[in-house]
């Protein structure tokens, strides 16, 4: 089975222009949160708000152009996904790992793979990561294992291992699995590498176990993989595009910073809307609304500087990250990229700061109404918190320090 024979049958909207993908985000932000503080509340899966956004062509921005794709520019894609990210940060991040891992088939797939994925895409289909583990020491150590077989026609591997964290599985049609494989296999070397697998493959079981503070509907669960058959051809090796100055970690932090951003924005103007529309002025103001009291106008104007740096330092990071790979995979400027890089590094700082401090002056702002239960302002400072802990922002200063002082380049690891 490849990893696209089982996709579901969809219609997907060809979008022609970067004005019509932002005018799409746009319309659907403005449809999705609506309901945001109740799907929330619930833990109610956006089954079909993900639809609607598979239906937009929303996901097959990133499609190269020689596959029918309009190959939308990393600075712009983020600006789409910060738009969905202030009306609902659990929509915005489960496409997250879908665009992260079609760059990977655009940096590193053989052509046959690339074609079948793309096509898939273009016609509505959805790629899930599958890449954590619980138990290794650390992050990168990595259990499940592809294996060699003989006695299957069609099959090169089986594939075995436990996921977690991974992000948007319950909404896939394909999953993005990290793999080891410890012995080479005629031309196939040893090492790390993504097998793109159907979701509703043999051996393969999804999980609904996420119960994070935040992000509660990103359907981040545990997949478990039990002698899954992988075809050679559904295998992408991970180094060319990690251990090279592709752009590919950039291109993803790129994407992070864009739902952080989009979640600050998202919570002051939630604040600036309780604050229209219910708050009481505080009775030493001496004023009839709560928005002109002048304590109140003088924070948001302060909140409003730190959302708009934010969006400034994430826009210029894009710019950063549009120069470094727009050249081709194979001819990468090093020098771009680790600007890039560091650009997005910056940009990261700025959002884990700036989001979770937003997200709660919102009730600082609003007063003690907004603290209600029911109101759902909470789930702001939630995602924020959740989301923030991608990548501690610890690690993005030294690699800022090290640059600045000694000139040395960020790692070529894929997270920065």
Same mark, same amino acid.
């Given at each position: 089975m490849t990893a696209v024979s089982q996709a579901r049958v969809r219609s997907a909207v060809r979008i022609g222009s970067e004005a019509e993908a932002l005018s799409m985000a746009r319309e659907l932000a403005a449809e999705f949160a609506v309901g945001a503080a109740e799907r929330d509340r619930e833990r109610r899966l956006p089954h079909a708000e993900i639809d609607r956004l598979s239906q937009s062509g929303l996901l097959a921005l990133t499609v190269p152009a020689r596959f029918g794709g309009l190959d939308l520019r990393p600075s712009a894609l983020a600006e789409v996904v910060s738009i969905? =990210?202030?009306?609902?940060? *659990?929509?915005?991040?489960?496409?997250? *790992?879908?665009?992260?891992?079609?760059?990977?088939?655009?940096?590193?797939?053989?052509?046959?793979?690339?074609?079948?994925?793309?096509?898939?895409?273009?016609?509505?289909?959805?790629?899930?990561?599958?890449? *954590?583990?619980?138990?290794?020491?650390?992050?990168?150590?990595?259990? %499940?294992?592809?294996?060699?077989?003989?006695?299957?026609?069609?099959? &090169? +591997?089986? &594939?075995?291992?436990?996921?977690?964290?991974?992000?948007?599985?319950?909404f896939a049609d394909t999953l993005a699995v990290l793999a080891r494989l410890d012995v080479a296999v005629g031309d196939v070397a040893p090492g790390e590498y993504v097998a793109f697998v159907p979701a509703d493959a043999d051996g393969v079981e999804i999980v609904d176990d996420w119960d994070a503070v935040g992000q509660r509907t990103t359907g981040s669960g545990t997949v478990r993989f039990s002698g899954v058959?992988?075809?050679?051809?559904?295998?992408?090796?991970?180094?060319?595009? %990690?251990?090279?100055? %592709?752009?590919?970690?950039?291109? =993803?932090?790129?994407?992070?910073?864009?739902?952080?951003?989009?979640?600050?924005?998202?919570a002051l103007r939630a604040a600036s809307e309780f604050v229209r529309t219910k708050s009481r002025p505080w009775f030493e103001a001496n004023v009839e609304r709560a928005v002109d009291d002048?304590?109140?106008?003088? /924070? +948001?104007?302060? &909140?409003e500087v730190e959302v708009a740096t934010a969006e400034a330092t994430l826009a210029a990071a894009g710019r950063r990250v549009d120069a470094a790979v727009g050249g081709t995979p194979e001819s990468p400027s090093r020098e771009l990229v680790a600007e890039a890089s560091i650009a997005v590094a910056t940009a990261k700082v700025v959002a884990d700061r700036v989001?979770?401090?937003?997200?709660?002056?919102? +009730?600082?702002?609003?007063?003690? /109404?907004?603290?209600?239960?029911?109101?759902?302002?909470? /789930? +702001?400072?939630?995602?924020?918190?959740t989301h923030t802990l991608h990548d501690p922002v610890r690690w993005k200063y030294q690699h800022i320090g090290r640059w600045v002082l000694r000139g040395e380049e960020p790692p070529l690891h894929g997270v920065i």
């Open positions: 969905l =990210a202030a009306a609902d940060a *659990s929509i915005a991040q489960i496409p997250h *790992s879908h665009f992260v891992y079609l760059n990977l088939v655009r940096l590193s797939a053989g052509e046959v793979l690339q074609e079948r994925i793309f096509a898939d895409v273009l016609a509505g289909g959805r790629v899930a990561n599958a890449q *954590s583990e619980r138990g290794g020491k650390t992050i990168a150590d990595i259990s %499940t294992r592809l294996s060699p077989v003989a006695d299957r026609a069609s099959t &090169l +591997f089986v &594939l075995d291992g436990e996921k977690f964290y991974c992000t948007g599985s319950l058959g992988v075809g050679l051809a559904d295998l992408v090796a991970r180094a060319p595009a %990690t251990s090279a100055p %592709t752009g590919y970690g950039a291109f =993803a932090q790129l994407l992070h910073v864009a739902i952080d951003v989009g979640i600050a924005r998202g002048p304590l109140l106008v003088q /924070r +948001f104007g302060e &909140l989001a979770p401090s937003v997200a709660s002056a919102l +009730f600082e702002v609003s007063g003690t /109404r907004s603290a209600a239960g029911g109101g759902g302002l909470d /789930r +702001f400072w939630r995602d924020a918190r």
